[in-house]
């Protein structure tokens, strides 16, 4: 129990180090926007599933994005309206990784070299084992810089890979 309640708290900790990493965004409008910046084809739903909120929910956010010009509705397609980052949506995705990645740096910071490796390990055992689908491995990384974490390095995706290929067997 000792360890769960550790473990929830070091949760807070990483909630509250990315709540000051987004600014003035919300942590939904965040996800959303990178997310789409990541997935530049993903309809307002499939955003809504990866952020794990309700579409309403999902449309009015993705409103106060398109309010501040960081995305943009092109065209529609039956009942599907194309979403778009816009560049200055580009640089603000950017910029909103680049202090998540500060902001959890700054965390790890205490940390030696061989302790830092052991969590990384750690991790990734977590990571893998909570990874139950595709679907939740695209809510689990929804936040993630993905050109830094591909192929094997994913523990998530590399899950989510051997998920799918027992699936077909």
């Known amino acids: 129990m000792i360890c769960a309640n550790k473990l929830g708290a070091f949760g807070v900790l990483l909630a509250d180090c990315l709540e000051r990493a987004w600014g003035e965004l919300s942590s939904s409008a965040a996800a959303l926007l990178l997310t789409l910046y990541y997935s530049p084809k993903a309809t307002a739903t499939e955003l ?5 909120i309700s579409q309403p929910t999902a449309a009015r956010v993705l409103d106060g994005l398109v309010r501040q010009g960081l995305i ?6 039956g009942r599907i309206t194309a979403l778009l980052v816009t560049r200055a949506g580009g640089r603000r995705a950017r910029a909103l990784e680049a ?3 500060r ?3 700054d965390v790890l910071s205490g940390l030696r070299p061989p302790e830092r490796a052991s969590f990384e390990r750690v991790l990734n055992t ?3 084992s909570a990874t139950t689908s595709r679907a939740q491995a695209r809510s689990i990384c929804r936040l993630c810089d993905h050109a830094s974490c591909r192929g094997a390095v ?3 995706g590399t899950r989510a890979s ?3 290929r ?3 067997s």
């Not at 943009?72 to 397609?77: C, D, F, H, V």
Request: charged share 30%; glycine share 4%.
């Open 72 to 77: 943009e509705r092109k065209g529609r397609t």
């Open 99 to 101: 202090a998540r990645l």
């Open 162 to 164: 051997e998920i799918e």
């Open 48 to 52: 809504a599933k990866v952020a794990r």
């Open 103 to 105: 902001a959890m740096n």
């Open 126 to 128: 977590i990571l893998a």
């Open 166 to 168: 027992t699936a077909q």
């Open 154 to 156: 994913c523990p998530v």
